[in-house]
């Protein structure tokens, strides 16, 4: 009873917006998040990701726990499920993007030359990706790479510290690797 208790007072000062129960729910329930992830994924990147996207949907929808129809970690456990499933149909859309890329590289390929035809491909699918970054992240990675500004022309043109810009493109980075990794044909690169 006393565990019931305890779940009742963290569900509702969780729903209140108190931030130590947040720590307190990740610190109980991050590494049950996690395992059904990479369990349900087979990916350790991919499975941090869903991690981190559990408790901040759990944190920014808290307004929607009601603590009185389920216990904090059941909740949690549903958003988890939730999130599990958009991260399989994300993976399927690349697969289906990347196949399409594919069949389009093949037709392409009788006319033009190999390289160009990755060189589409390669533009098809960091694009989709680029699309999938959170706004701020995008816009940054978007200057970069399409607009050929500097670090510091970024971090002026955005009005951002040029340590979030460097912090944005390192992240993003390792993201779109990950991601794309999973969508290269047969295994290459």
């Given at each position: 009873?006393?565990?019931?208790?305890?779940?009742?007072?963290?569900?509702?000062?969780?729903?209140?917006g108190?931030?130590?129960?947040l720590?307190?729910?990740?610190?109980?329930?991050?590494?049950?998040?996690?395992?059904?992830?990479?369990?349900?994924?087979?990916?350790?990147?991919?499975?941090?990701?869903?991690?981190?996207?559990?408790f901040?949907?759990?944190?920014?929808?808290?307004?929607?726990?009601?603590?009185?129809?389920?216990?904090?970690?059941?909740?949690?456990?549903?958003?988890?499920?939730?999130?599990?499933?958009?991260?399989?149909?994300?993976?399927?859309?690349?697969?289906?993007?990347?196949?399409?890329?594919?069949a389009?590289?093949?037709l392409?390929a009788?006319?033009?030359?190999?390289?160009?035809?990755?060189?589409?491909?390669?533009?098809?699918?960091?694009?989709?990706?680029?699309?999938?970054?959170?706004?701020?992240?995008?816009?940054?990675?978007?200057?970069a790479?399409?607009?050929d500004l500097?670090h510091?022309?970024?971090?002026?043109t955005?009005?951002?510290?040029?340590?979030?810009v460097?912090?944005?493109i390192?992240?993003?980075l390792?993201?779109?690797?990950?991601?794309?990794?999973?969508?290269?044909?047969?295994?290459?690169?």
């Open positions: 009873m006393a565990i019931d208790d305890d779940h009742a007072r963290l569900g509702e000062r969780f729903r209140s108190d931030e130590r129960a720590a307190e729910a990740y610190a109980q329930w991050a590494s049950l998040v996690y395992t059904m992830a990479a369990r349900s994924l087979g990916d350790p990147t991919e499975a941090e990701d869903v991690t981190q996207k559990v901040i949907a759990a944190w920014r929808g808290r307004e929607g726990f009601h603590p009185e129809r389920a216990r904090l970690p059941a909740w949690i456990v549903g958003i988890c499920r939730h999130t599990l499933a958009d991260a399989h149909e994300a993976r399927a859309r690349r697969r289906r993007v990347a196949e399409a890329v594919a389009d590289t093949a392409v009788l006319t033009t030359p190999s390289e160009e035809s990755d060189a589409v491909m390669d533009r098809m699918l960091l694009g989709d990706e680029l699309r999938r970054l959170p706004a701020v992240p995008q816009q940054v990675m978007r200057l790479f399409y607009d500097t510091h022309e970024i971090a002026d955005l009005g951002l510290p040029l340590g979030t460097k912090s944005h390192r992240r993003s390792g993201r779109l690797r990950s991601r794309l990794s999973d969508t290269t044909i047969g295994g290459e690169q």
